[in-house]
């Protein structure tokens, strides 16, 4: 069975997909623990793929993406039925990971990459777009596993706070052809 936190049905808020309906599927439990991290990705309730499925037909009709978060969505064992049977289902997946658990994912699942402490380079070579967290300085360190990848890479001001904000501008302005902005913009028209 798989532990689940919510499931919703909302927009995506960040990235690539922004503005995108979207239902999302938090599994709960993560393998970090970051300091900054603002997500309850507590453990409520446990279903299995095709109970998943289920809610997420009765939550989000046709909508075609669904969105796993978490806390990680790819510690739980169970991640790749869950990603099999919505696939079967006809929903377009995408993955929001922080990159430390290496697992084959098939080629038309949406991965974005968030590295925090540690970053599995199996992970970062199949990034479909790269999410890092500006929260008093940009995480550079991270950006040499991602070269020489055309891979969008989304500068995300930490809790979009005005400090956070300008320093991701100032810094996607500076290098223009490497960086994009990521607002959160869920937070801005208070949705989830
Ligand atoms: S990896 Fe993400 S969900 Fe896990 S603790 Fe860090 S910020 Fe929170």
């Given at each position: 069975?798989?532990?689940?936190?919510?499931?919703?049905?909302?927009?995506?808020?960040?990235?690539?997909?922004?503005?995108?309906?979207?239902?999302?599927?938090?599994?709960?439990?993560?393998?970090?623990?970051?300091?900054?991290?603002?997500?309850?990705?507590?453990?409520?309730?446990?279903?299995?793929?095709?109970?998943?499925?289920?809610?997420?037909?009765?939550?989000?009709?046709?909508?075609?993406?669904?969105?796993?978060?978490?806390?990680?969505?790819?510690?739980?064992?169970?991640?790749?039925?869950?990603?099999?049977?919505?696939?079967?289902?006809?929903?377009?997946?995408?993955?929001?990971?922080?990159?430390?658990?290496?697992?084959?994912?098939?080629?038309?699942?949406?991965?974005?990459?968030?590295?925090?402490?540690?970053?599995?380079?199996?992970?970062?070579?199949?990034?479909?777009?790269?999410?890092?967290?500006?929260?008093?300085?940009?995480?550079?360190e991270w950006?040499?596993?991602?070269?020489?990848?055309?891979?969008?890479?989304?500068?995300?001001?930490?809790?979009?706070?005005?400090a956070n904000?300008?320093?991701?501008?100032?810094?996607?302005?500076?290098?223009?052809?490497?960086?994009?902005?990521?607002?959160?913009?869920?937070?801005?028209?208070?949705?989830?």
């Amino acid at each position: 069975m798989l532990g689940l936190a919510e499931i919703f049905y909302s927009v995506q808020g960040e990235g690539t997909w922004t503005g995108t309906p979207a239902v999302f599927v938090r599994l709960a439990g993560c393998n970090l623990n970051c300091r900054f991290c603002d997500t309850d990705y507590s453990l409520r309730f446990f279903a299995s793929p095709a109970q998943v499925v289920a809610r997420v037909q009765a939550l989000g009709g046709d909508c075609p993406m669904v969105i796993l978060t978490g806390g990680e969505p790819l510690a739980q064992a169970e991640s790749s039925a869950l990603i099999e049977a919505l696939r079967a289902d006809g929903r377009r997946v995408h993955i929001e990971s922080n990159g430390t658990v290496a697992v084959d994912l098939p080629r038309d699942v949406w991965l974005t990459v968030s590295p925090k402490e540690r970053l599995h380079p199996a992970m970062a070579a199949r990034a479909d777009e790269v999410k890092l967290i500006v929260d008093g300085r940009v995480p550079r360190e991270w950006l040499e596993a991602f070269d020489g990848r055309n891979v969008a890479l989304f500068l995300q001001p930490e809790g979009n706070k005005p400090a956070n904000v300008s320093l991701a501008l100032e810094t996607a302005k500076a290098e223009p052809g490497r960086f994009r902005l990521s607002l959160q913009m869920h937070k801005f028209i208070g949705v989830r």
